[in-house]
């Protein structure tokens, strides 16, 4: 049975089959029989990272070390809050980190921790804990970004609307006469996105 830990682009955690391109943690979040309690964060370092590393088998639950979050890709990785990990993807971190300098007019690569405090404040609601989404122009935003369309997740790519599943991207849709949208990914990593940042994306966006 799947374990409580794939990572939905509203944040939400659930225990679903599907696994995903990409790995990641908030740090330790889990019970000892490997359910979740109501906590859904230990750090602000919320990081998405690859599948595999030099061959390395780690138990996705250990008692008090961490939870093993899975993402579908990494425009949903990002629409959650996620940055990549500087550690076993340090090229995308590299970018990623480029890409916020180039957005916020920065002469240096910001420090992670910068970059996750800035995150934090944005991805989440301290009252509730609930993730906090802004309103966007939809012709404005880049490819990669995800928004709330017809109820659910959908990918921004091309002008047009991919609605999501864990199945894969649907059929393209191009909204008519809808200008404002609910955009699930946070304002810094819309930044992101908009200065060159190109996010690792499931191969079904590619097909339709």
């Known amino acids: 049975m799947p374990l409580p830990n794939r990572v939905l682009p509203t944040q939400e955690i659930v225990a679903e089959a599907g696994r995903g391109l990409l790995m990641g943690n908030r740090g330790s979040i889990h019970r000892p029989d490997r359910t979740l309690g109501t906590t859904r964060w230990r750090s602000k370092a919320w990081i998405c990272c690859v599948l595999e590393w030099k061959g390395i088998r780690r138990d996705p639950m250990p ?3 961490w939870t093993a979050l899975f993402f579908f890709d990494e425009a949903v990785a990002l629409a959650a809050g996620h940055r990549p990990c500087h550690y076993c993807r340090r090229r995308d971190y590299l970018l990623y ?5 180039t957005a916020h007019g920065l002469t240096e690569r910001p420090r992670a921790a910068e970059m996750d405090a800035v995150l934090h404040h944005q991805r989440v609601e301290s009252r509730t804990r ?3 989404t802004t309103t966007q122009n939809f012709s404005e935003l880049p490819d990669g970004a995800m928004v709330r369309f017809d109820g659910s997740p959908a990918l921004v790519l091309g002008g047009r609307l991919l609605p999501w599943a864990w199945e894969g991207y649907g059929m393209p849709v191009r909204p008519v006469g809808i200008h404002e949208v609910e955009t699930l990914t946070p304002p810094a990593n819309l930044l992101v996105l908009q200065g060159g940042f190109a996010p690792l994306l499931h191969p079904s966006a590619g097909r339709n």
């Open 130 to 132: 609930r993730q906090l």
């Open 63 to 65: 008692p008090g070390r």
């Open 97 to 101: 980190a480029g890409a916020w300098a």
